[in-house]
């Protein structure tokens, strides 16, 4: 069974920072490709960053380039979303992704989320 599990939100004052989880398990973590997306209120859900299952160069989004960081532990089939410099827009329901291939049904895997709010 194909789970994420999220963690690491929480209330942060604007400038702070924060360091996302997402444990996997129910598949080969490390040849697999992983996303972190987000969904603000009102707005529809956002690719923040992704990175290749070996090597290769993470992405991001624009909005994010330069204060977040995406990073994986493949010996603790962990990714990490680690963000700094936090604005009160990067508010939102932060969710893991994956998409996996035949085997697993050729769809998206989504954790359940974790609430990230940048208020003074």
């Known amino acids: 069974q194909v789970q994420l599990v999220e963690s690491g939100g929480g209330l942060v004052q604007p400038g702070g920072s924060l360091r996302l989880s997402c444990a996997a398990s129910?598949?080969?973590?490390?040849?697999?490709?992983m996303s972190w997306y987000r969904r603000a209120p009102g707005k529809e859900r956002e690719l923040v960053a992704g990175?290749?299952?070996?090597?290769?160069?993470?992405n991001y989004a624009d909005f994010v380039k330069g204060r977040f960081t995406i990073s994986r532990d493949n010996a603790k089939a962990t990714v990490y979303l680690q963000m700094n410099s936090l604005k009160p827009e990067d508010t939102a329901v932060y969710y893991c992704?994956?998409?996996?291939?035949?085997?697993?049904?050729?769809?998206?895997?989504w954790g359940q989320g974790t609430q990230v709010t940048v208020s003074s």
């Open positions: 992704n994956t998409f996996l291939g035949i085997y697993y049904g050729a769809r998206d895997y």
């Open positions: 129910g598949f080969t973590f490390s040849s697999s490709a």
């Open positions: 990175i290749p299952s070996f090597g290769g160069r993470p």
